[in-house]
């Protein structure tokens, strides 16, 4: 089993980056695809990103796209989102998400994954 934090979550104005980490522990991440989702306050959860286990294969929702950045560094147990030009309307909770036994090569459904984080909130102000 492994664990998921979040991290690099906070407050920025609209325009502005963050860039969020998640650390795994327990296993090794390479084991896993990882996801990025996010959820707006009222709004149900949605997919943000996703990277297969090799990075070789990167998908992004389509209001994201062009803006955010999913990589992953296997030998650190970690997984980045770098989001650059945020929007008021990108504000909610941004969850990781862990994925064993598929490789990542199409897009698995959010109910697919098998483990999440606890969630980090990101607020753009206009």
């Known amino acids: 089993q492994v664990q998921l934090v979040e991290s690099g979550g906070g407050l920025v104005q609209a325009g502005g980056s963050l860039r969020l980490s998640c650390a795994a522990s327990?296993?090794?991440?390479?084991?896993?695809?990882m996801g990025w989702f996010r959820q707006a306050p009222g709004k149900e959860r949605e997919f943000v990103s996703q990277?297969?286990?090799?990075?070789?294969?990167?998908y992004y929702a389509d209001s994201v796209k062009g803006r955010f950045t999913i990589s992953r560094d296997n030998a650190k147990n970690t997984v980045y989102l770098q989001m650059n030009s945020l929007k008021p309307e990108d504000t909610a909770v941004y969850y990781c998400?862990?994925?064993?036994?598929?490789?990542?090569?199409?897009?698995?459904?959010?109910?697919?994954?098998?483990?999440w984080g606890q969630g980090t909130q990101i607020t753009v102000s206009s």
């Open positions: 998400a862990a994925d064993e036994g598929r490789n990542g090569a199409i897009r698995l459904p959010q109910n697919e994954y098998d483990y």
């Open positions: 327990g296993r090794t991440l390479s084991n896993y695809v």
């Open positions: 990277i297969s286990r090799t990075g070789g294969s990167i």
